[in-house]
């Protein structure tokens, strides 16, 4: 009984945090994209909760407090620092409209299904369902990556990926080695700040945000 | 013990450049010689190691097992003597050591004092998180060092802010990001992988357990994992097709920190990959990780050599180089035993070509101000000493003797068509021989001719001998002595680590 709720849970927790992700895909503003950002990361401190609870590892709330801080907190906060710098940018003509970039995650979603589909069979974990949704979110982020010109939706594309790398972790594993865990949310952090200097670089220098500006350098 | 000699000195010296402001002299002089601790120190490893001892270091709190989470094998131990090497000659060779702060001559190309602060912070940081990175036994911590690098380095790409630095430091940071991610996606499946077998394990991330596991684990997973790693690892290395950042960080950055890229970080990141390409080679047998080494190794020498043929950019010009060893040792490494052995003593050699090029490219850019080939004329005439050492990197870099990289390179070629692959062999020696001519022909342009006189520092018409030329001729030993002989320790060195990389 115990199992097939904590299996459900860790579905659907997926699912919505998989959802977030997509949102970015027909959102416009700046704005939308921290909302679901922090948004996304509340989901994901849920879940880590959920599978410290049911799989029984204390470690794991330790990371979801963590991760609340940094994730909730601290990177939201720039963001909407960057925000009222920059005022509310909006992503105007990514490089693939919004019909077809839903069309594409979709798409990306059941090459994700594709490509898990050993993890899924390999594993007895009770959270296994949500892998194949977790990697499925790790392309989306990527995706987001690609496609937007705004480097901070660019930051944004990041970020969702890597709650998509943290989430396939904890589904997959109960949570990595905390020092590692700990390691990469620090690395994560430095990386969020490096990339959010260079913004205001850009910023001073282009005279915009939009990254296809960027066309110095050639052979 | 030993590792804190190796890390700690880059931390001090980090530290000293932070407290210290605004930036002086001594501050860039005291991180010099500290960094000849670490060099006596991987000197001190690599002795151990080849006596047959492995230097470990662990502790096991509580809760926080992390027994022999910093490990110096024999292929630590040549990684940690290439990085503390680069290291230390970059770090003699920065900017702001000297009367170069003040020379009103060096105009746009001067560093301010909070420049060189930064600079000196983040070298030395970036030089341990390198050190850290070469002799974690921990996976993760490898993979979180690898990351740290590119943070660290992404502060000092652009120096002098100006729209293609910040261009070049914005895909540098963001691919590279992008990309270890994906190597970190790799990491998580391979522990995945140990947990569906034999339950949680706090050291399950130690690579020697993960390779003792190894054969357990399940192929399928294994082989998603290393695709992930090798794309992840991949794009930090450089190996086509994640190579784009190469070029554009390797023009934009200061000399130093671009002599340290092409040479040590490139080595790192390659070293992450071979540990887990052994991990992946114990659980599926060597011949998956082998085909993609060798189709990727062939895209990087197709695309490097033809970009060589176009190049006008000379520091472009020797990123697409950087580009091309890449690909020649990735088919190193996919070529059993005897390509493993020539393709880590390439690896030596291409550490010490490559920062030496990078250096004198420097010195020509400061004399030239331009990148420009077709404005570099006459070096001969205006530097004789870069000039001639120029020519010497660059004939060693394509694989004329007496350079250590026309062995190399010849062993790799006899390893290849031994194991049978006389079309891939073949078309490897077609794209070397387009990059020798282009390479022959650009080098041509650049030594003789006769300098436009409006574009050269006319300061001081020649060149004069300098210790900083002095420091150099360390690399040509290094090269010259490789091409005529093997020392004994190195390749008692390179054959354990042949045995750790390659079972035949």
Known sequence: MNDTLFSQLSTLGSSIILMFGIGLLWRKSLHAYAESFKWQSVALTIMFLIIGYFGDDHELYVVAVVLFILKVLVIPYYLNRMENRFGDQRELQPYVNVASSLILAGLLVLLAYAITRPLVLVSELSTRGGMPLAMGLIFVGLFVVITRKKAMMQIVGFLVMENGVALLAVLGTFGIPIIVELGVFLD???????????????????????????????H | MIFSLLIAPPLLAALIAALVRPYRAFVGWIGAWLSLIPLSAALTIAAQVVNGQIPTWGFKLEYLNLEEVLRADSLSALLILCVTAVGTLALFLSPGLGRVVTNPHWGELAYG?????????????????????VSANNVGVMWITIEATTVFSAF????????????????????????????????????????????????????????????????????????????????????????????????ES??????????????????????WKAVADAALGSGYTDSLFM????????????????????????????????????????????????????????????????????????????????????????????????????????????????ITEFALFRAGFALNHPWLMGAALALLAVVFVSFINHLNKMLYGEPAPDNINMERPTERFSWRLALLFVNVAVLVTLGLTLPAPLVTLINQSVAILAKP
């Not at chain 2, 930064?118 to 030089?127: D, S, T």
């Not at chain 2, 790409?157 to 895909?171: D, G, H, R, T, V």
């Not at chain 2, 490097?304 to 580009?323: E, G, N, P, Q």
């Open chain 2, 295 to 406: 189709a990727l190794g062939l895209l990087s020498l197709t695309i490097a050599a033809f970009s060589i043929v176009l190049a006008t950019d000379y520091k472009r010009m020797f990123a697409y180089s950087s580009i091309e060893h890449t690909g020649l040792m990735c088919l190193g490494f996919a070529l059993g035993p005897l390509g493993t052995f020539a393709a880590l003593l390439h690896l030596v050699n291409h550490t010490a070509a490559k920062s030496l090029m990078f250096f004198l490219v420097d010195n020509i850019e400061h004399k030239y101000r331009s990148p420009l080939i077709e404005r570099t004329r006459g070096l001969l005439k205006t530097m004789p000493w870069t000039g001639a050492l120029f020519a010497f990197g660059l004939m060693t870099l394509i694989g004329l003797p007496p350079g250590g990289i026309f």
């Open chain 2, 113 to 133: 004092p909070n420049q060189l602060r930064r600079y000196h912070v983040f070298i030395n940081l970036f030089i341990a998180a390198m050190l850290l990175a």
């Open chain 2, 254 to 275: 200061p000399a130093p920190l671009t002599a340290l890229m092409s040479s040590a970080l490139f080595a790192v990141a390659m070293y992450a990959l071979l540990r």
């Open chain 2, 156 to 251: 000092i790409i652009p120096l002098k802010l100006n729209k293609a630095s910040i261009e070049a430091s914005w895909k540098y940071i963001l691919i590279c990001s992008v990309g270890i991610a994906l190597a970190f996606v790799g990491t998580v499946l391979g522990y995945f992988d140990f947990v569906s077998l034999s339950g949680r394990a706090e050291n399950a991330l130690n690579w020697t357990v993960l390779l003792a596991t190894a054969p357990a684990l399940h192929p399928e997973v294994m082989r998603l994992a290393f695709v992930f790693l090798l794309v992840g690892f991949g794009t930090k290395a450089g190996i086509a097709p994640m190579h784009t950042w190469k070029p554009d960080a390797y023009g």
């Open chain 1, 188 to 218: 994560v952090l430095m990386g969020f700040l490096v990339m959010q200097v260079f913004v205001y670089h850009i910023h001073t220098t282009f005279e915009s945000i939009d990254v296809d500006q960027m066309n110095e350098l050639k």
